[in-house]
């Protein structure tokens, strides 16, 4: 049984998704510690498909899929300036 609430260490990340090699966990562990509120899981038939997908935790949002673990913290990025209620910066800053 896992403990506690996500963000988990790899170890659990492990216990949870016990196909992911040692990296994969280690990754996943990483962009759910950096993005808190964010959830990382891979396809149910990975590795035969390989996708990833992230959502926002307890949220009813469509996950935002990627091709690769390392493309989801661009994705979230991507997702958060798209949806951020902070108007945009006209000097790029």
């Given at each position: 049984m896992l403990e506690g609430r996500r963000p988990y260490p790899h170890?659990?990340?492990k216990t949870l998704y016990p196909m992911l090699s040692a990296v994969e966990c280690r990754i996943v562990a990483e962009i759910e510690q950096r993005y808190?509120?964010?959830e990382v899981w891979p396809h149910?038939?990975?590795?035969q498909i390989h996708?990833?997908?992230a959502k926002r935790a307890y949220t009813p949002m469509q996950p935002l899929a990627a091709g690769m673990i390392g493309d989801n913290p661009g994705e979230i990025v991507n997702w958060i300036n798209d949806h951020s209620s902070r108007p945009p910066s006209w000097d790029g800053a």
């Open positions: 170890e659990q990340v808190r509120f964010w149910l038939d990975y590795p996708v990833w997908y």
